[in-house]
C-alpha cells in the first residue's frame, strides 16, 4: 500500500480547477468526472490499485464506519494506527469529516501522512498529492482496509 500511495507524490492539478491527467484517472475511479474534489477520490484510487476491498466513493464520511475505525477522537478503539490506513480530519463548519489522506508513519505526537487534494499548508482544497506532518490532535478518525490486527 505505502508503495502505491508513496508513487503518487508530486502529481499536481494540471489547468487547476481538480482537474488533470492523473486527478481525472482519481476521480474516475469513484465515477466522477474533472473538476469535484479529489482527496477520497485519491484514496480509493489507490486502494483499488492495491486491489483492497474499500468504497469506491469520493464522499469522505464513506470511509469511517464503525466497522472500520480503529481510532476516534482521540481514543484508541482496536489498534495503534499503521501505513495504509486512512484518516479523516472533521470541518466544524460542514459538520463531518470532510478531508481524507493515508497515515504513513503513526507517533506520539505527530503524524506522517501521504494526501491528495493539498498543499504545503494541508489545505483540502490543494492542488496535489503531498506527504505532510500533521498534529496528532488534528485527526479526528482512522480506518483500516487492510484488516491487519
Known amino acids: 500500500m505505502r508503495q502505491i500511495y508513496s508513487s ?3 502529481i499536481v ?3 487547476g480547477a ?3 491527467k492523473e486527478v481525472n484517472e482519481y476521480l474516475t475511479s469513484t465515477g466522477l468526472g474533472p473538476g469535484y474534489p479529489w482527496c477520497a477520490a485519491f484514496v480509493s484510487w489507490c486502494y483499488q490499485q492495491a486491489q483492497v476491498d474499500a468504497p469506491h466513493s469520493a464522499w469522505v464520511p464513506a470511509y469511517f464506519t464503525i466497522s472500520r475505525i480503529v481510532y476516534l477522537r482521540g481514543k484508541f478503539q482496536r489498534k495503534e494506527p499503521e ?5 479523516s480530519i ?12 493515508f497515515v504513513d508513519r503513526w507517533g506520539e ?5 501521504v494526501e491528495g487534494n493539498t498543499n504545503e499548508g494541508g489545505s483540502r482544497e ?7 506532518r500533521r ?3 488534528q485527526v479526528y478518525a482512522v480506518s483500516d482496509f487492510i484488516g491487519r490486527k
Open 109 to 113: 505526537n505527530w503524524i506522517i501522512t
Open 126 to 132: 490543494g492542488i496535489g498529492v503531498f506527504k505532510k
Open 83 to 87: 501505513a495504509g490506513d486512512v484518516f
Open 90 to 101: 472533521w470541518y466544524s463548519h460542514l459538520g463531518r469529516p470532510a478531508h481524507i489522506g
Open 18 to 20: 481538480n482537474r488533470g
Open 8 to 10: 503518487q507524490i508530486g
Open 13 to 15: 492539478e494540471q489547468g
Open 135 to 137: 498534529l496528532r490532535r
